[in-house]
């Protein structure tokens, strides 16, 4: 099995189980702002892209607007249901990071939304590149994510493995030239996705850290 340097990562429905957070969340976006209670298989398309692009996909005439609506909703929905990690998660990242290995992030949160959020979880010194919807003109499913991590590391494409739960995850890694490990353990939707990889179990990534 191929090892990599490199070991990136998204966030929600890969290190945190967060799926529920981000759907019950959403769905209370859209009831407050046009009275509409829309059915969760429906927003499913949300998880994995920028937040402003689904308020556009959705249709909110001011998705901005209707952005910081959904980040409120989403901190008091955390704040009732928690954040769990996946289970072995934090165990699995903080030997990785003992041995060396290079973490990064690549996420469709907002750079205040990762230190906010993500940072309650006590993991942000595991990983010295994190990339997020803030710190590039493009997020996933385009390239642009991955070659802003490329570009801060000097790391090479083959030297990179991302792992992610949607199909834009994938897509942005392919377009970099980096191979991609869908985990089917926090994909809503794998039927059709194609990945270098598919893990079923969260200890299958310590396979790839190249020691």
């Not at 997020?132 to 493009?138: G, N, V």
């Not at 083959?158 to 377009?175: K, N, P, Q, W």
């Amino acid at each position: 099995m191929k090892t990599y340097k490199h070991l990136v990562f998204d966030i929600d429905g890969t290190i945190i189980d967060s799926a529920q957070i981000n759907m019950l969340s959403l769905q209370e976006t859209v009831k407050e702002l046009r009275d509409e209670i829309m059915p969760l298989e429906k927003l499913y398309f949300s998880f994995g892209i920028p937040g402003i692009r689904a308020m556009e996909i959705l249709g909110f005439p001011r998705p901005a607007e209707a952005l910081e609506v959904w980040i409120r909703n989403y901190s008091a929905c955390a704040g009732r249901l928690g954040m769990p990690l996946f289970p072995g998660m934090r165990e699995i990242l903080e030997e990785l990071h003992e041995k060396g290995v290079s973490l990064g992030i690549i996420t469709s949160k907002l750079r205040e939304e990762y230190d906010d959020h993500f940072g309650k979880q006590g993991l942000l010194d595991l990983f010295p590149c994190a990339v997020t919807s803030s710190d590039t003109p493009k997020g996933k499913p385009y390239s642009d994510p991955m070659l802003e991590y490329l570009r801060r590391t000097g790391a090479e494409p083959e030297e990179v493995l991302y792992f992610g739960d949607t199909v834009y995850d994938m897509e942005c890694a392919r377009s970099a030239g980096v191979d991609q490990a869908l985990v089917l353990w926090g994909c809503l939707e794998p039927d059709g996705v194609e990945a270098t990889y598919r893990l079923e179990r969260t200890e299958d990534i310590l396979k790839f850290a190249s020691l």
